[in-house]
């Protein structure tokens, strides 16, 4: 995508027209000289000028902030401040409207096919982000009360994006908003479009989580139906025995043993066991090369598993086997996009662009993964929003909040870069009410808890 000629006109003719207008009005100020300019320029858009946004809502979109004052107030010009009322629907599932939508201020509601849903809430000064970026939508995107949100159309970011030097060779800017063009070999544009024509293939769990999904209901599983489906599975059912010590006890049959074991242990920790015990093979399965290359992030989601267990028994936040698992899976969609950079190795990456990749794409493909392998909802929240260190919400800390500060802890000791945020600045740290000592033995405890998560499926 080229950037049209009369585009470059008509900024450099804006820069010229503004600072000749500020000398001769030197009491304007900036904005209001732009936004004067800019109409006397175009021509008036017979609409009030309360409805443009202020360059200071853009600058909360982080791929804008770095552009120049007068980029930002020709975007703004060529834009309008939507207001939405509760019930009000911003974005229908399955549309394929080549807009994002920012919210500036307030409530919504993002709502799966499956009935599945979550909230978010954004305030005036807090960075904003594209919403439900998938095409087609996975998403009813509803405002829960009065909504004020931005539509840019994605080509209108690129083109001002790449008026500025800086901004040009910010990979996020092409890979969030490209369209497919043959000059844009992002890799995230690459696998967007693969996500958008259900091209990537997403991986299945063994044949035991697939079944065990089909009946588990919570505390009310019927003991003896989960009983009968692990009798088939004798590996799984041998660990849960070990787990619940009573493999060793002669005078019980083996199905005996089991439902013992399941009474013993609860079904909401079986099914987090087996959960677990199934990712785990899912992962050891993977062909040498593929496993080697994802060492270090399984190895990281090992150490997320562990603390949130500890964390998890410390806070009493959380059951500790679902922590277990929240952990465990945080970031799963890894494992499919590590499959789709092989594939696409003729864009010939570097490592910041394949950690970008991962970066921009984790929460997504892992939602989608999770979503494929039917888990709960809160385990799918955690896939989307732990790697948000800001995240803060009203009422008590949830599981994301725990599995967000497990993660923010498992990095701290690999980052040399001090490239993660002061302790002070995590809310969820806070709403977990983790002290400082509290952390550093979870550190501790990490490596032995890390081996016997690992006995679940070796």
Same mark, same amino acid.
């Given at each position: ?201 997403? =991986?299945? %769990?063994?044949?035991? +989580?697939?079944? @065990?999904? $089909? ?6 599983? *019927? ?96 059951? =500790?086997? %679902?922590?277990?698992? +929240?952990?465990? @899976?945080? $970031? ?6 590590? *499959? ?119």
């Amino acid at each position: 995508m080229h950037i049209s000629d009369s585009l470059v006109f008509y900024i450099a003719a804006f820069r010229n027209i503004v600072e000749s207008f500020r000398l001769n009005n030197p009491s304007k100020p900036k904005e209001a000289t732009g936004r004067f300019v800019w109409r006397r320029l175009i021509g008036s858009r017979k609409r009030p000028v309360s409805s443009i946004p202020d360059i200071a809502v853009l600058q909360r979109i982080k791929v804008l902030a770095g552009l120049p004052e007068d980029h930002l107030i020709a975007l703004a010009n060529q834009l309008q401040l939507a207001e939405a009322q509760e019930n009000q629907v911003l974005l229908s599932l399955g549309s394929n409207e080549q807009a994002s939508i920012f919210v500036v201020q307030g409530k919504i509601q993002l709502l799966a096919e499956d009935g599945r849903s979550k909230t978010l809430r954004v305030d005036e000064d807090q960075e904003m982000r594209p919403i439900a970026q998938l095409r087609p939508s996975i998403y009813d995107v509803t405002a829960l009360g009065p909504v004020t949100y931005l539509k840019i159309d994605r080509e209108q970011l690129i083109e001002f994006a790449k008026l500025s030097e800086a901004a040009s060779s910010d990979i996020s800017v092409h890979s969030l908003f490209s369209d497919d063009d043959e000059d844009d070999n992002s890799i995230v544009n690459h696998l967007y479009h693969n996500l958008m024509d259900n091209s990537i293939k997403l =991986p299945s %769990l063994p044949s035991v +989580a697939d079944r @065990v999904q $089909g009946v588990y209901r919570g505390e009310d599983t *019927d003991v003896d139906t989960l009983a009968h489906i692990l009798v088939s599975y004798p590996d799984v059912a041998r660990k849960i025995k070990n787990v619940a010590r009573c493999a060793n006890n002669d005078r019980l049959s083996s199905i005996e043993k089991l439902r013992y074991s399941i009474k013993r242990l609860g079904t909401p920790a079986v099914y987090s066991m087996i959960m677990t015990y199934a990712v785990g093979k899912l992962v050891r399965r993977l062909p040498v090369a593929h496993l080697q290359r994802v060492k270090s992030f399984w190895d990281h989601s090992l150490g997320v598993a562990a603390i949130a267990r500890i964390l998890a028994k410390q806070t009493r936040s959380a059951s =500790p086997d %679902l922590a277990m698992l +929240a952990g465990l @899976v945080h $970031g799963i969609g890894v494992l499919v996009i590590d *499959d789709r950079l092989l594939e696409h190795h003729h864009l010939k990456l570097d490592h910041l662009e394949i950690d970008h990749a991962i970066q921009v794409m984790r929460p997504e493909i892992s939602s989608l993964l999770l979503r494929k392998w039917d888990y709960d909802n809160e385990l799918i929240q955690v896939a989307e929003e732990c790697g948000d260190w800001s995240r803060d919400h009203e009422g008590p800390a949830d599981l994301c909040d725990l599995i967000l500060v497990a993660n923010y802890y498992a990095l701290l000791h690999s980052d040399t870069n001090r490239t993660l945020p002061g302790a002070h600045a995590v809310p969820a740290i806070e709403k977990l009410r983790v002290s400082p000592d509290q952390a550093i033995d979870a550190i501790k405890q990490m490596p032995n808890v890390k081996r016997n998560i690992k006995k679940l499926f070796i």
